[in-house]
């Protein structure tokens, strides 16, 4: 892979690392995802950073579980699904598409039967204090 593609990986996993921290602030965005998506980019930008990254409390916190378990608490499943709703339902009511309305439905669909089939729910981890 190009130096440059590299770099975009990090560049991305950086954004998506200053987002996902917005997001234990913010509730309208999700944390897990941006976390998913920065841990990714990081695998695929530099091996550092993904050493770095997988070493943080914010990684152990949020994500190791997922990587490790493929479980989620019930509040990260409906913090997702939730916002994916959101940002699924504005096309949905902007576009007069049947064809695209059906297929958005079936994602709805198919991302909840995902979440709750092929993702254990797990109790929320007790805080460090």
């Not at 997001?23 to 999700?30: N, Q």
């Not at 990081?42 to 990684?59: A, D, H, N, Q």
């Not at 378990?69 to 990260?76: A, D, G, N, V, Y």
Request: charged share 20%; with cysteine.
């Amino acid at each position: 892979m190009s130096k440059i593609v590299k770099l975009l990986y990090i560049i991305i996993g950086f954004i998506a690392l200053g987002l996902g921290v917005l997001g234990l602030i913010l509730p309208v965005l999700p944390t897990t995802p941006l976390l998913l998506l920065a841990s990714y980019c990081f695998v695929k930008g530099s091996e550092r950073f993904e050493i770095w990254f997988k070493g943080t409390t914010l990684y152990k916190r949020h994500l190791e579980t997922f990587v490790k378990e493929r479980s989620m608490t019930l509040k990260q499943k409906l913090t997702i699904l939730l916002f994916a709703d959101v940002m699924i339902a504005i096309p949905f009511f902007i576009l007069d598409s049947l064809i695209i309305r059906v297929m958005l439905v079936l994602i709805v669909i198919y991302k909840y039967y995902y979440f709750i089939n092929k993702i254990k729910t797990i109790r929320e981890a007790p805080t460090d204090t």
